[in-house]
């Protein structure tokens, strides 16, 4: 069996860096394969705006409205030409301040799932939801829009695979971010976290109602957050993928010399989060730290400019992820944390061939 099925990780993940301008800006992908994206999370650098998360499955009237993931803000109309167009290796902005304006600096993280077309939908039966969804059966990326009921709820994920990570955002309230992680905890379906705030792991059965994941569907309970009677829902899903993506959890040492995290890859971008306490989410990533250590870090839930804190240094190299500080937020002594991460390459290609180190 080959190490891994993705030799070009650029196919369905890649990241753009950009500087806004006064009018309409072309971002051009600069990976090894065009990206037609279906998701893109995009990051204001140099100025406090929020992160700005669109996609493919929520177009209104040509439009592809953001959701803030630093803030519970209901889905923004206000905000609907931030993303103006999706190009097939790459996508456009205007001036809004969250993906453009004149003389910022942005990142953006784009995700490929199913070019925007819909691979199942169905209305609401018995406690099943309404739900419509695109998936990248390759990547194991699936978005998925549902229509709550406001009691035990299933939702189907066509079982396509089993999520190791999921987030959920309700669109017409102004409800926080839910995420579930497979190594939340020993028992991950009975926990979760808040994607816009830095609180810990939290226990709440109206959640997930406590029953395991599966890749046919998944329990929602009562919790508003996601599953409001006739509320409207975005959820993202991954699962992992040997030399692509990768989701797991540490323990922190609060030593410069921290723990190694192996991935199987050369990382492109990891966000991490102390679950056992209250702290923020990191993101670092390979385009706006293209050498070792890395040193820029930007916060899923803050609309903070970049931070460079000494203390919060990482190493990417080819085969994971080394800990270079002892900043509270990715390695305090026994601290416990999860992980999400994507690659840049494979440590080694499905033709047996390594990759190189940074």
């Known amino acids: 069996m080959a190490y891994t099925t993705i030799d070009d990780p ?26 037609q994206l279906d998701f893109l999370w995009t990051k204001c650098r140099s100025n406090s705006h929020s992160n700005a998360l669109m996609d493919t ?31 097939s290796d790459g996508f456009t902005v205007g001036t809004q301040p969250h993906a453009g304006g004149d003389g910022k600096t942005y990142v953006g993280f784009a995700w490929k799932a199913n070019g925007g077309t819909s691979n ?3 209305s609401e039966s018995g406690s099943n939801l309404a739900y419509n969804f695109q998936v990248n059966t390759t990547s194991k990326f699936m978005i998925n829009k549902y229509t709550g009921r406001g009691s035990s709820s299933t939702l189907n994920l066509g ?22 992680h497979h190594k939340n905890t020993s028992n991950p379906h009975t926990d979760h976290l808040h994607l816009d705030t830095n609180a810990a792991t939290s226990d709440d059965e109206q959640m997930f109602e406590d029953v395991v994941f599966a890749a046919d569907e998944i329990n929602l309970g009562t919790n508003h957050e996601v599953n409001a009677d006739a509320e409207e829902y975005i959820s993202y899903a991954w699962a992992e993928v040997q030399g692509f993506s990768k989701f797991g959890g540490y323990i922190g040492n609060n030593n410069a010399d921290g723990p190694f995290i192996y991935t199987g890859f050369k990382p492109a971008w990891v966000m991490f989060k102390r679950t056992d306490t209250a702290d923020l989410w990191y993101m670092k990533d390979n385009a706006t730290n293209p050498s070792n250590p890395a040193i820029n870090t930007l916060f899923a839930d803050l609309d903070n400019t970049t931070n460079t804190n000494s203390n919060a240094y990482v190493d990417f190299v080819s085969n994971g992820i080394k800990i270079r500080g002892n900043d509270a937020g990715i390695n305090a002594s ?23 180190a940074r």
Request: no cysteine.
């Open 120 to 122: 199942a939908s169905a």
């Open 10 to 35: 650029s196919q369905y993940f890649q990241i753009a860096t950009w500087t806004g301008s006064s009018g309409t800006d072309t971002i051009t992908f600069g990976g090894n394969s065009d990206l």
């Open 334 to 356: 026994s601290g416990d944390y999860v992980y999400m991460a994507f690659a840049e390459h494979p440590f080694v290609s499905s033709e047996g061939v390594p990759t190189t």
């Open 57 to 87: 499955q929520r177009i209104t009237s040509g439009d592809y409205l953001p959701v803030f993931s630093d803030t519970s803000d209901v889905e923004q109309t206000v905000y609907d030409s931030e993303l103006q167009s999706i190009l």
């Open 159 to 180: 079982n396509q695979f089993t999520p190791a990570w999921m987030i959920f955002k309700n669109l017409d309230q102004a409800d926080n971010w839910v995420v579930y």
